[in-house]
C-alpha cells in the first residue's frame, strides 16, 4: 500500500517535495515510481528509480528540475520538485513493482501499486 502527500498550492519558481510511504518488507528490492496526471490529459512518466539499483531515468520535461530519491529504512521514496511551472500542475500518483524489466519502467501499466494521488497546482 502506497500514500502520496506533500502537494500543494504553489507559485511558478517555487519548490515541493513529495513523499509516498509504502508498507510491506520488500521495499527496498522495488522499482519505485512517481506519474502526474494533468486535467483532460493521459497520466504521464515524470521519473523511477529501478529496483533501488542506482538506475535512475526521468521524463525529458523534468530533467534538472525533480530529483527521486528513496529512504529504504523509512519505506518512502520522494520526489523533490524545485523550479515548479505552470504546466507541472497536476495530480502526482506514486507507483511500485517488484516484477516489472527495465525496458518497461515509464510504461505506467507495468506498476501494479499505486498511491491515491497529490495535488500539485502551480499558479503563474
Known amino acids: 500500500q502506497l500514500q502520496a502527500s506533500g502537494g500543494g498550492l504553489v507559485q511558478a519558481g517555487a519548490s515541493l517535495r513529495l513523499s509516498c510511504a509504502a508498507s510491506?518488507?520488500?521495499?527496498?528490492?522495488?522499482?519505485m515510481a512517481w506519474f502526474r496526471q494533468a486535467p483532460g490529459k493521459e497520466r504521464e512518466f515524470v521519473a523511477t528509480?529501478?529496483?533501488?539499483?542506482?538506475?535512475?531515468y526521468y521524463a525529458d520535461f523534468v530533467k534538472g528540475r525533480f530529483t527521486i530519491s528513496r529512504d529504504n529504512a523509512k519505506n518512502t521514496v520522494y520526489l523533490q520538485m524545485n523550479s515548479l511551472k505552470p504546466e507541472d500542475t497536476a495530480v502526482y500518483y506514486c507507483?511500485?513493482?517488484?516484477?516489472?524489466?527495465?525496458?518497461?519502467?515509464?510504461?505506467?501499466?507495468?506498476?501494479?501499486?499505486w498511491g491515491q494521488g497529490t495535488l500539485v497546482t502551480v499558479s503563474s
Open positions: 507507483a511500485g513493482s517488484s516484477s516489472l524489466i527495465l525496458s518497461t519502467v515509464r510504461e505506467s501499466r507495468q506498476y501494479n501499486h
Open positions: 510491506g518488507a520488500t521495499f527496498s528490492r522495488y522499482t
Open positions: 528509480d529501478f529496483r533501488n539499483s542506482g538506475r535512475i
